[in-house]
């Protein structure tokens, strides 16, 4: 028998034996689906008779939102407590419950914060869930892939949520997204989405593609081919995924066009999708008067948001260090300008960012000049504006900016980055008329700094007084009136 007839029978002996294993394979796989099957509806009945045991106890139906940091100082919190508020005025008959990670207060505590921050007080009290493992969902824990890592931590941490409380109507307040088919198929609620940023964006894989180094794309992945290749896979894979998770929101609201555009392109759900402008705050900071502040003797800047990496103060701290230089160069006189950068610590993460920041005033020479203002009360908010000439802004694609148009109802010439939200939404003309300022890098902003400061003060006082009549759009009331009117298909489906 000749060489190539052995490897003839050989390879029909290889076939004859994969066949009689096919068999046996294709039983076993099916085996472990029908296993997988039972489980979940096992599961999901397990869930279901607790939730009907509750409603049998409590006698009405139960909205849950999903907001690990709902102690936090920032936007993401207002439209939280702002959204509660509304339904409680609008459903006497439901009781709300609110997901949390925030172990250190109680929730009188939190609720007290909330008024402090935001000047919110709730028709009546909700119910507090203390989350144990919020620690899966802090970045920390993955230095690398990080969105990966969060939002497998988000489904642990949501299943630690669904197996406290099994609600009628779940709401993702925060943006994790994949905590939405857990929910909805094993817990059988219905489910809602509030989408401030999406995890991943056409922006974040235009950057990857490019090969731009970033805050999420670091130097040493942007300057090889083949690592950024691999994190255009894993983005892309990744995408498709957060895609299939959000896509099993009943309703979804997002917070600017920017979020919009993304959020179609990623959840392909246009029918169910519609935009609610995050409440803002403006009558609060319509009694700061509007006055022209040419004999003003020290002109203020200030910058309002949490102290995490992708607001950038570094870039407003150097900003404002070129502005400090050429103003000493041409005058000498730089005592009549400073930074005020006020914002909220989420974590120990934040308040070592913080230092960081600190120290870059220390090396820039500026640190006399930049003051820090951390979880500061409303009333130190308001005043801390009324001060101010100047509200600065500089994260890039930022997805809305409540810090902006805040500033902007307290009639502060507003300079904010030229993109996402403040371009698209919030620093637009009104009635033909400006409203502030756009700047990109660290040149652009030192010379609209200058620009502003080198304005008459009466063209200031118009610019301001543009600003505060156009955002009357991003009230409290508008944020009620198109928030309640999103909700209510799914509100209807509750029973009362």
């Not at 994190?231 to 892309?236: G, I």
């Not at 029918?271 to 203020?300: M, Q």
Request: hydrophobic fraction near 45%.
């Amino acid at each position: 028998m000749s060489a190539h007839d052995q490897l003839v029978m050989y390879l029909c002996e290889i076939t004859r034996l994969l066949w009689k294993l096919l068999l046996p394979l294709l039983l076993l796989c099916m085996l472990l689906v029908a296993v997988l099957v039972l489980l979940v509806l096992a599961v999901r009945l397990w869930l279901q008779s607790s939730r009907n045991a509750r409603r049998a106890r409590e006698g009405r139906p139960t909205v849950a939102f999903f907001h690990p940091y709902c102690n936090a100082g920032g936007g993401g919190e207002r439209v939280l407590w702002c959204a509660i508020r509304a339904l409680q005025n609008r459903y006497a008959d439901i009781n709300f419950v609110v997901y949390t990670g925030d172990l250190g207060v109680t929730g009188q505590q939190i609720l007290e914060g909330a008024r402090q921050r935001f000047n919110i007080v709730l028709p009546r009290s909700v119910r507090f869930i203390f989350l144990q493992h919020r620690v899966l969902v802090e970045p920390g824990l993955f230095p690398h892939f990080t969105l990966l890592g969060q939002s497998v931590g988000s489904i642990f941490l949501g299943w630690e949520a669904l197996t406290e409380l099994v609600p009628d109507l779940y709401i993702d307040s925060m943006g994790y997204a994949f905590t939405l088919p857990l929910f909805r198929y094993l817990g059988g609620c219905s489910v809602g989405s509030y989408v401030h940023y999406p995890t991943i964006s056409t922006d974040m894989l235009s950057v990857v593609r490019e090969r731009n180094p970033r805050l999420n794309n670091p130097d040493f992945i942007s300057n090889s081919l083949f690592l950024s290749a691999f994190k255009l896979v894993y983005y892309c894979l990744f995408a498709v995924l957060y895609g299939m998770a959000g896509s099993c929101s009943d309703v979804i609201m997002v917070n600017s066009s920017w979020t919009l555009d993304h959020i179609l392109s990623l959840w392909r759900s246009p029918n169910r999708t519609s935009v609610v402008y995050p409440p803002c705050d403006v009558s609060a900071f319509l009694d700061i008067p509007l006055e022209e502040d040419g004999d003003r003797k020290c002109h203020s800047i200030v910058s309002v948001g949490q102290f995490r990496p992708e607001k950038d103060h570094r870039l407003q701290i150097r900003a404002f260090k070129k502005v400090w230089d050429r103003r000493r160069e041409r005058s000498g006189v730089t005592e009549g300008l400073k930074l005020v950068l006020i914002g909220g610590c989420r974590n120990q993460e934040d308040e070592d960012r913080v230092l960081m920041l600190r120290g870059l005033c220390q090396e820039l020479g500026v640190a006399d000049r930049v003051e820090f203002k951390l979880n500061v009360s409303f009333e130190e908010l308001k005043r801390q504006m009324s001060e101010a000439t100047i509200g600065l802004h500089t994260m890039w694609n930022e997805h809305f900016g409540i810090g902006v148009v805040e500033c902007m109802a307290a009639g502060k010439v507003i300079l904010a980055h030229k993109s996402g939200g403040p371009k698209l939404d919030i620093v637009r003309p009104f009635d033909g008329g400006q409203t502030g300022f756009l700047a990109e890098d660290e040149d652009s902003y030192a010379e609209a700094i200058e620009k502003i400061l080198a304005l008459p003060p009466d063209s200031r006082l118009q610019i301001r007084r543009n600003a505060r009549q156009s955002v009357a759009r991003f009230s409290d009331q508008e944020f009620e009136a198109c928030f309640l009117a999103a909700m209510e298909p799914l509100m209807g489906t509750l029973e009362r």
